[in-house]
């Protein structure tokens, strides 16, 4: 079982950044896929930014320009820089892992984290 847990989550005002973070550990995989997704109430979860583990990204339109996806792995860390944010960046994210790096973005995964709260006023 993967463990992850996240962090970095806050309130802000447009425009303003935040960085998460999402400490992984519990795998010995070589090739693997981790993504952000975020979840606003009353709406559908949905995939954010993912990165596979030689590097290739895949980013959610809304946020392509102002979100970065990056992994340390060496420490096992996955980070998502968000910039210019907006108030419908409102939402739980959730760091995902899956144990291969092929196939759909968005699907597929089957260990989260908690979540971390961001929230964003006008």
């Known amino acids: 079982q993967v463990q992850l847990v996240e962090s970095g989550g806050g309130s802000v005002q447009s425009g303003g950044s935040l960085r998460l973070s999402c400490a992984a550990s519990?795998?010995?995989?070589?090739?693997?896929?981790m993504g952000w997704f975020r979840q606003a109430p009353g709406k559908e979860r949905e995939g954010v930014a993912a990165?596979?583990?030689?590097?290739?990204?895949k980013y959610a339109d809304s946020v392509k320009g102002r979100f970065t996806i990056s992994q340390d792995n060496a420490k096992n860390t996955l980070y998502l820089q968000m910039n210019s944010l907006k108030p419908e960046d409102t939402a739980m994210y959730y760091c995902?892992?899956?144990?291969?790096?092929?196939?759909?973005?968005?699907?597929?995964?089957?260990?989260w984290g908690q979540g971390t709260q961001v929230t964003v006023s006008s």
């Open positions: 995902a892992w899956r144990g291969y790096s092929g196939g759909a973005w968005w699907s597929g995964y089957n260990n």
């Open positions: 990165i596979d583990s030689i590097g290739s990204t």
């Open positions: 519990g795998y010995t995989y070589r090739y693997f896929r």
